[in-house]
């Protein structure tokens, strides 16, 4: 008789205490798998440590697919269904290609299969649920930054030219890190900001800004600088112009824009790459709000920066 080929698939988003981990994960399939079918059988656990199940880029659920597509199994068993997918679109396809490749899918805690009718429609609506809950818990995680951001604090990383950072104690106790300029350095910012009006370009700034010994940024070290609200008051000019460029996007009460704090810009980088670094967003993907932090320019000079960079002509 030949033997059952049974894929055990595990996954767990992160590498932490909460919840099954993989470990157990498998070991519960596999004395599922011995308590409801008789041996002789091949069993073959594939294991995703710290992958989401927002997708099926995963390492361990590919190498599986491969398998599955050369018919190496006859049934796949996971622990809970969104160990396999999030996504309810996802996970219909991959059952359509478990069906095409005559291959049987169970989940042992919902005690769902795909032998019948039922249990494939009963399948489709926990990918639902599962899909709810996962959008469930990042519109609640989005929600907690966008508080977070809403209090000026700096999030960590190295300080913008012309800043350090300072921790400070908040009423509840908690620890926070805040911006804090150098006076030493607030003139050099104006000069480059003035320089970049009379030269018009990131280059010609560059050339100009070493010819009067100002320190030795590139003319993209320079455009960092000069294109990063931190600098700018948050007053009545910044407020204007925030409003005009990105419309509908929920700024804070204009009775914030007093002129006493700096900007903050939050969300200038994005999510990880394949190959682990995070790439710049667009200053259109940019939250910005009043700091903590005094300012270092006024809002007027700020705006007349960017409304120049706007109008720059291609290729300067």
């Known amino acids: 008789m030949a033997a059952l080929r049974i894929a055990v698939y595990t996954r767990k988003s992160r590498l932490s205490h909460h919840g099954e981990s993989c470990e ?6 596999r004395e599922y798998a011995r308590r409801l079918f008789d041996p002789p059988l091949e069993l073959v656990c594939f294991e995703d440590e710290g992958f989401s199940g927002k997708n099926t880029d995963r390492p361990q659920f590919l190498k599986m697919m491969e398998e599955i597509r ?52 009963m399948i489709h609506i926990a990918s639902v649920f599962a899909q709810l809950e ?25 300080p913008p030219f012309g800043f350090t950072t300072r921790e400070d104690t908040a009423p509840d106790g908690k620890r926070f890190t805040r911006l804090l300029p150098l006076p030493q350095q607030k003139e050099t910012v104006r000069r480059i900001f003035s320089l970049y009006l009379e030269e018009g370009t990131f280059a010609g700034l560059a050339r100009r800004a070493a010819a009067e010994g100002l320190p030795p940024f590139s003319a993209g070290g320079f455009r960092g600088i000069l294109l990063n609200p931190v600098y700018a008051a948050a007053d009545e000019d910044t407020c204007a112009y925030l409003r ?73």
């Open 244 to 316: 005009e460029r990105f419309p509908g996007e929920g700024l804070p009460c204009p009775a914030e824009f007093d002129g006493s704090r700096g900007l903050i810009a939050y969300r200038k980088t994005g999510a990880q790459g394949q190959r682990g670094a995070r790439h710049r967003t667009r200053p259109e993907d940019w939250i910005i709000v009043p700091g903590l932090h005094a300012p270092v320019i006024e809002g007027a000079l700020w705006v007349q920066v960017q409304r120049r960079h706007q109008q720059k002509q291609p290729g300067v």
């Open 70 to 121: 050369a018919r190496r199994f006859d049934l796949l068993i996971c622990y809970r269904l969104d160990r396999i997918s999030r996504s309810v679109a996802d996970f219909t396809l991959i059952l359509e290609e478990l069906e095409r490749h005559g291959v049987a899918f169970l989940s042992i805690r919902e005690n769902f299969d795909t032998s019948s009718p039922m249990g494939r429609a």
């Open 24 to 29: 157990n994960q498998a070991a519960l399939c």
């Open 134 to 158: 996962r959008e469930t818990i990042a519109e609640r995680i989005r929600d907690n930054k966008y508080r977070l951001y809403r209090t000026g604090r700096w999030q960590g990383g190295t």
